[in-house]
């Protein structure tokens, strides 16, 4: 523990962690009290002890286990919210330089205007610089994205220097060349920090989901952690879900915003219902290759991965609950129609019947010629070596077959 605490404090940015003095003094009480036993020859005391001792560090580590999952979520929400913001600036910066670009191709420059259009140029590096601290505190954050925004970073700079120095020399043409790679790469950008963020959606998704299928399969009921939810059967999974929602809901309402959910809580409603969208996925996927996929269906898919991405966005508002209610009253409505489609094909049963098998008018004719050419090619007595007239016969043989 001790060696734990040390390494978190020389991380850059230290994680939470719950004061865990108190637990360790009570283990360290039952070791001591395990090992007076053992000198007074009580070994099953000592054994009692020993297992206390044992519980309580299991229980320490599944609390860290926690803990560490929590802060996770902590820190994934809020890079995910730097990401949105910063998309949001880059977006906004490539259609300021595309207006810009447009603007400058209709103007003079030996011009008032022209003046006014280098110095909203100028606006814009120093606006992308305020984006250039967030991105490079951001990928310090991802690593993963570290190489690629350094890169990209460094090419917009370049080409917003080498566009303001074309411009203040009036090379017009040279300079638009320069602004369009400016507008690219911060396209390329944008482009980038969208995938991220809907990587990291999906990750958190995916963290709660497999929290929740850590135990065995068959140790859940119906309606209580969707990972095992039957592909049959979703509704009573999404009516606890509901519930769920429901209740949170209320709390927000009764302590004004306050009170809701924390984060780890809107990461496990939306893991279940990822469960259960994913299950009904499968289903639709194995419909449609029977020819029998419902776009009613695929209505209620998109209804609940909106609702995920509300929920990994920490929003819970009457809409989304009128929206679980509908998704609710369908999916009852879907799981009907299939037990009375099942019940239809039982019901049907056609005897097996023959059939003559003909061969297509078009291939009959192709068999013929051929078989024509090939008799054709046997009449044919060319001046051949013995080994090669062995080939050639060989070769007709092989035709036939």
Do not use: W
């Amino acid at each position: 523990m001790e060696d734990i605490e040390k390494k978190n404090e020389e991380l850059e940015n230290p994680q939470k962690m719950d004061d865990p003095k108190e637990d360790m003094e009570d283990i360290k009480q039952d070791m001591k009290d395990s090992e007076k036993q053992l000198e007074q020859k009580q070994n099953s005391k000592s054994a009692k002890s020993q297992k206390s001792a044992a519980q309580k560090m299991k229980n320490q580590a599944n609390k860290m286990r926690s803990q560490q999952q929590a802060n996770q979520m902590e820190a994934m929400q809020e890079d995910m919210k730097m990401l949105r913001q910063l998309l949001e600036n880059l977006v906004g910066l490539s259609f300021d330089q595309e207006d810009l670009i447009k603007g400058l191709n209709k103007t003079e420059i030996n011009t008032p205007r022209y003046v006014q259009q280098v110095q909203r140029q100028f606006k814009i590096k120093d606006d992308f610089r305020v984006a250039e601290d967030t991105l490079n505190a951001l990928s310090k954050r991802v690593f993963q994205i570290e190489s690629f925004v350094t890169e990209k970073v460094s090419e917009i700079k370049t080409n917003m220097r080498e566009s303001l120095e074309l411009l203040e020399e009036r090379e017009k043409g040279m300079a638009s060349d320069r602004q369009q790679r400016t507008m690219k790469g911060l396209n390329d950008l944008a482009l980038m920090l969208s995938e991220v963020l809907n990587n990291m959606q999906q990750q958190m998704s995916g963290m709660m989901s497999g929290s929740q299928m850590c135990q065995k399969p068959g140790q859940q009921k119906p309606g209580q952690g969707q990972g095992n939810t039957p592909q049959d059967k979703m509704s009573p999974g999404q009516q606890q879900l509901n519930k769920e929602m429901q209740n949170a809901r209320e709390k927000m309402n009764q302590k004004d915003g306050q009170g809701g959910p924390n984060a780890k809580e809107f990461a496990q409603m939306a893991a279940k219902q990822a469960a259960i969208r994913k299950a009904l996925e499968k289903q639709l996927r194995k419909q449609q290759q029977q020819g029998k996929g419902s776009k009613e269906t695929q209505d209620i898919i998109d209804q609940m991965d909106r609702t995920e991405t509300e929920l990994v966005n920490k929003k819970l508002s009457n809409e989304t609950l009128k929206r679980q209610q509908d998704i609710m009253t369908r999916l009852l409505e879907h799981e009907k129609a299939e037990r009375e489609r099942e019940l239809d094909e039982k019901r049907k049963s056609d005897s097996a019947q023959n059939f003559e098998r003909t061969t297509p008018p078009a291939l009959q004719e192709y068999l013929k010629k051929r078989r024509s050419e090939v008799e054709t090619y046997k009449t044919v007595s060319p001046a051949l070596k013995p080994y090669y007239k062995s080939l050639v016969e060989e070769y007709f043989k092989t035709l036939k077959e």
